[in-house]
């Protein structure tokens, strides 16, 4: 079992720069694949940026390449989502995601474990 705690959302300007945190715990989560996803009411829980904790690899949803970066801390059993830039449509709950077997998916069903979300809010 993988315990999943988000931390770091607010209330920021556009522009303006957040750093969310992940931390696990539990299970050797060193091989795991670490998401994050967004939601907004009335809508799909939303593809945002993954980690391949082993290769370190990376992949982004096109919204956010070039302004976010997912990154990890095996020491720290904790995985990071720096924005910058942040624009008003940003605004959501964004959840930490982990996923027990190999590839870097962005469909959430194909992820096992999740966080309780923060929220992040943009204003214009």
């Known amino acids: 079992q993988v315990q999943l705690v988000e931390s770091g959302g607010g209330l920021v300007q556009a522009g303006d720069s957040l750093r969310l945190s992940c931390a696990a715990s539990?299970?050797?989560?060193?091989?795991?694949?670490m998401g994050w996803f967004r939601q907004v009411p009335g809508k799909e829980r939303e593809f945002v940026a993954a980690?391949?904790?082993?290769?370190?690899?990376?992949y982004y949803a096109d919204s956010v390449k070039g302004r976010f970066t997912i990154s990890g801390d095996s020491a720290k059993n904790t995985v990071y989502l720096q924005m910058n830039n942040l624009k008003p449509e940003d605004t959501a709950v964004y959840y930490c995601?982990?996923?027990?077997?190999?590839?870097?998916?962005?469909?959430?069903?194909?992820?096992?474990?999740w966080g309780q979300g923060t929220q992040v809010t943009v204003s214009s």
């Open positions: 995601a982990a996923r027990s077997t190999a590839g870097l998916v962005t469909d959430s069903k194909y992820y096992n474990y």
């Open positions: 539990g299970r050797t989560f060193r091989s795991y694949i």
């Open positions: 980690i391949d904790r082993s290769s370190a690899g990376t």
